[in-house]
């Protein structure tokens, strides 16, 4: 089991930055990719980021490179997403969760990852 707690949200205006921190505990958080997700009301869960179990490797979706950057520090059991240039249809709840093992960072099918956090909802105001 591992239990994963995100902060951080909340609201800012358009242009802004936020930082996601996700903190992890009960398994060995290091040896595990991490993945961020975001959700929109009246929207499907999305892909957002992902990062390697060593933080050496990072995949984005396509339309965030750029503007949000996953990193981690294992000895704080801890994944952060940086967000700038915030806009409006950015809104959504943000979700972590920790990845199954032995898939590339680029599959990013919800199904692949069996623990997720609780959400920390983050509003960008035009």
């Known amino acids: 089991q591992v239990q994963l707690v995100e902060s951080g949200g909340g609201l800012v205006q358009a242009g802004g930055s936020l930082r996601l921190s996700c903190a992890a505990s009960?398994?060995?958080?290091?040896?595990?990719?991490m993945g961020w997700f975001r959700q929109a009301p009246g929207k499907e869960r999305e892909f957002v980021a992902a990062?390697?179990?060593?933080?050496?490797?990072?995949y984005y979706a396509g339309s965030l490179k750029g503007r949000f950057t996953n990193s981690r520090d294992n000895a704080k059991n801890t994944v952060y997403l940086q967000m700038n240039s915030l806009k409006p249809e950015d809104t959504a709840t943000y979700y972590c969760?920790?990845?199954?093992?032995?898939?590339?960072?680029?599959?990013?099918?919800?199904?692949?990852?069996?623990?997720w956090g609780q959400g920390t909802q983050v509003t960008v105001s035009s």
């Open positions: 990062i390697s179990w060593s933080g050496g490797n990072t």
């Open positions: 009960g398994r060995t958080f290091s040896s595990y990719a």
């Open positions: 969760a920790s990845k199954s093992r032995g898939t590339s960072l680029a599959a990013v099918a919800t199904t692949l990852y069996p623990y």
